[in-house]
């Protein structure tokens, strides 16, 4: 399709898995975000791509969580030794040009992540 | 800092009915830019609107129309003539010039439209 593709659409882990969730974002969309959403709120925010570099990765909880987009498009987040804590729905964005100007980000259905 | 407040967890309306949803926020910047988003069910985003932080006029989008006042620093959204496919949960979100990307968001409004 032409929106933004997530896999897995539901992921059910246990404590102390890994786990990744991955974004292909809409074809030609240099950006890509990654938020995360908690039952009864809004997204926050994780990380942002610009290209295959992180240019803001100030929203990421601590180290156990990583994300790459190694070719520039589709990227891949990963949670290490997970807690049930991170159970949310993780959401991936894109839009087309830099984000320092007011262009409109497109969402993914989200991954629901369920930590046992 | 910067912050979005809905204080409107929850509404419920009648169809035909006119229903507005709040927003407030904070921000230091000077530019900067207002979004609201909708969630269906479904639980991807869709966009409703933007606006800059130096264009206070209002807009008008067939059943949608926002009033953005900076004085007061809110941004509300208002549905004419709600719809049962209005239903959904509604997020004001705000972001600053420059930004890399970081969307603020409310914490939501979900607008239950009854038949």
């Known amino acids: 399709g032409a929106g933004v593709s997530q896999t897995p659409s539901n992921k059910v882990t246990e404590k102390g898995k890994y786990v990744e969730l991955r974004c292909d974002p809409i074809s030609g969309h240099t950006a890509l975000y990654w938020y995360r959403q908690s039952l009864g709120q809004g997204p926050e925010f994780l990380i942002y791509f610009q290209g295959t570099g992180a240019a803001d990765d100030s929203g990421l909880p601590n180290d156990r969580f990583f994300a790459v987009r190694p070719e520039g498009s589709v990227s891949t987040l990963k949670i290490q030794r997970t807690e049930r804590g991170d159970s949310a729905v993780y959401l991936c964005?894109?839009?087309?040009?830099?984000?320092?100007?007011?262009?409109?980000?497109?969402f993914g259905e989200g991954s629901r992540l369920t930590v046992l | 800092a910067q912050k979005v407040t809905q204080a409107q967890t929850e509404i419920s309306v009648v169809e035909k009915e006119d229903v507005t949803l709040d927003c407030v926020y904070e921000?230091?910047?000077?530019?900067?830019?207002l979004f609201w988003y909708k969630q269906p069910p479904s639980g991807e985003l869709v966009f409703l609107i933007r606006?800059?932080?130096?264009?206070?006029q209002n807009e008008i989008s067939g059943r949608y129309s926002w009033n953005f006042q900076k004085s007061t620093s809110s941004f509300n959204f208002t549905i004419t003539a709600s719809q049962v496919v209005d239903s959904a949960v509604y997020f004001c979100a705000l972001r600053g010039y420059g930004n890399t990307g970081k969307l603020i968001f409310g914490q939501g409004t979900t607008l239950q439209v009854k038949p």
């Open positions: 964005a894109s839009s087309l040009t830099l984000a320092g100007g007011p262009e409109e980000l497109f």
């Open positions: 921000t230091r910047d000077t530019t900067y830019y």
């Open positions: 606006r800059n932080s130096f264009d206070e």
